[in-house]
Nanobody, 120 residues
């Protein structure tokens, strides 16, 4: 089992920045990638970003150029730096951990979620 604890959500004005953190513990040897999903009220859940243990990243088109996913393998922690935030980025953001083979990310574990609210 892998436990994920997120932090860093909150309220920010449009154009502002936030950084989310996610610390993984437990059987982290069983995962080779982590990622961030988000879900806004009434909308489908969206995969925002993924990062492999080698540091390779992928982003949804909606956040490319604004969000950056990074990792600290020594701390088993990943980060999501969110810049130039827009009201449409408002959602609950979930940290996940799982596997990424041939570019297909499959989450096995989920964090509790953290609310990000961007005011206009």
């Amino acid at each position: 089992q892998v436990q994920l604890v997120e932090s860093g959500g909150g309220l920010v004005q449009a154009g502002g920045s936030l950084r989310l953190s996610c610390a993984a513990s437990g059987s982290t040897f069983s995962i080779n990638a982590m990622g961030w999903y988000r879900q806004a009220p009434g909308k489908q859940r969206e995969l925002v970003a993924t990062i492999s243990r080698r540091g390779s990243t992928n982003y949804a088109d909606s956040v490319k150029g604004r969000f950056t996913c990074s990792e600290d393998n020594a701390k088993n922690t990943i980060y999501l730096q969110m810049n130039s935030l827009k009201p449409e980025d408002t959602a609950v953001y979930y940290c996940t951990a799982g596997s990424d083979y041939f570019g297909a990310y499959a989450p096995d574990y989920w964090g509790q979620g953290t609310q990000v609210t961007v005011s206009s």
